[in-house]
Nanobody, 121 residues
Framework: QVQLVESGGGLVQAGGSLRLSCTAS????????IGWFRQAPGKEREFVAH????????YHANSVKGRFTISRDNAKNTVYLQMNSLKPEDTAVYYC??????????????WGQGTQVTVSS
């Protein structure tokens, strides 16, 4: 079992920044890829970014590339999502997930509870 706890969501104006945190615990959490997904009201959940915990390799969705950056702190067992130049369309519940990779696609086996990000125009 892997437990994931997100924090850092909130309300921000367009153009602003937020940093989300995902702290992982449990058996062999560091053997997984950790990623972020988001789900806006009335829309399907979509992939945002992932990081391979063991080597730090990252992959970002085109919609956030250049604005969002995923990173990790091994000592804190925490993965971060730094979000800059936020847009109203980034408004969503953001979920942390852990799982295996199939190519560049993260297949989540574990989910966090989600954290709300709201970007006002």
């Amino acid at each position: 079992q892997v437990q994931l706890v997100e924090s850092g969501g909130g309300l921000v104006q367009a153009g602003g920044s937020l940093r989300l945190s995902c702290t992982a615990s449990g058996r062999a959490a560091s053997s997984y890829a950790i990623g972020w997904f988001r789900q806006a009201p009335g829309k399907e959940r979509e992939f945002v970014a992932h990081i391979i915990w063991s080597i730090g390799s990252t992959y970002h969705a085109n919609s956030v590339k250049g604005r969002f950056t995923i990173s990790r702190d091994n000592a804190k067992n925490t993965v971060y999502l730094q979000m800059n130049s936020l847009k109203p369309e980034d408004t969503a519940v953001y979920y942390c997930a852990a799982g295996a990779l199939s190519g560049v696609r993260l297949r989540p086996g574990y989910w966090g509870q989600g954290t709300q990000v709201t970007v006002s125009s």
